[in-house]
Nanobody, 123 residues
Framework: VQLQAYGGGLVQAGGSLRLSCAASGRTLSSYAMGWFRQAPGKEREFVAVVNWSASSTRYADSVKGRFTISRDNAKNTVYLQMNSLKPEDTAVYYC?????????????????WGQGTEVTVSS
């Protein structure tokens, strides 16, 4: 599975961005998907995950109520809608696919990774 994340950019605090993760090489319908991020000087952290059917999601406390993960298996794409962005959301965002139906919040459980898309939130 090849993953391509895009949609990052520079946005002011309080603004919104929508990240997309397009997959090729294999259908995503049997994969749990996740978004993770890594800020400068910090370890990579989980942001949001979704199971294969989108019936179950989980969010990091820091983004709960502001971010929404979704997926369109017909389009082989996963999304992360980010609203009310804060400067502390600044990071490189990665999408990842797990070869299982159900999500995990541990990045070691994911098998395929996109290249990352950079999000910068100015104050």
């Amino acid at each position: 599975v090849q993953l391509q994340a895009y949609g990052g950019g520079l946005v002011q605090a309080g603004g919104s961005l929508r990240l997309s993760c397009a997959a090729s090489g294999r259908t995503l319908s049997s994969y749990a998907m996740g978004w993770f991020r890594q800020a400068p000087g910090k370890e990579r952290e989980f942001v949001a995950v979704v199971n294969w059917s989108a019936s179950s999601t989980r969010y990091a406390d820091s983004v709960k109520g502001r971010f929404t993960i979704s997926r369109d298996n017909a389009k082989n794409t996963v999304y992360l809608q980010m609203n009310s962005l804060k400067p502390e959301d600044t990071a490189v965002y990665y999408c990842a696919a797990r070869g299982a139906y159900f999500w995990s919040i541990a990045d070691r459980d994911y098998d395929y990774w996109g290249q990352g898309t950079e999000v910068t939130v100015s104050s």
